[in-house]
């Protein structure tokens, strides 16, 4: 089955960490680029971060650049999002997704999409 499992979502303190996985399967493990997104209420779906399927090129939104870090374990089809200093504007749907190609991520576009995860940071 071609899916993909998000976890580690929760409710934190500004200032706090999360760490999200993802836990590709079928073919969305088979891509050549994961990233995560995120979604507001009332706010459209935003890239946030991805990553190369060796790993070697790292993508970030600007906002979140020095406090996100996005890595991956082949071997454990999973990719992570490691999320230091939140604030509460980073409070939103955290979603995983596969894409078969990393330049559609940036516009929110990938192929394989999971259910997301939700992200609450209070102040």
């Known amino acids: 089955q071609d899916q993909l499992v998000e976890s580690g979502g929760g409710l934190v303190q500004a200032g706090g960490s999360l760490r999200l996985s993802c836990v590709a399967s079928?073919?969305?493990?088979?891509?050549?680029?994961m990233g995560w997104f995120r979604q507001a209420p009332g706010k459209e779906r935003e890239f946030v971060a991805s990553?190369?399927?060796?790993?070697?090129?790292?993508y970030y939104e600007t906002s979140i650049k020095d406090r996100f870090t996005i890595s991956r374990d082949n071997d454990k089809n999973t990719v992570y999002l490691q999320m230091n200093s939140l604030k509460p504007e980073d409070t939103a749907v955290y979603y995983c997704?596969?894409?078969?190609?990393?330049?559609?991520?940036?516009?929110?576009?990938?192929?394989?999409w999971g259910q997301g995860t939700q992200v609450t940071v209070s102040s």
């Open positions: 997704a596969s894409s078969w190609d990393i330049n559609t991520m940036p516009r929110a576009v990938a192929d394989y």
């Open positions: 079928g073919r969305a493990s088979s891509t050549s680029a």
């Open positions: 990553i190369t399927r060796g790993g070697l090129y790292r």
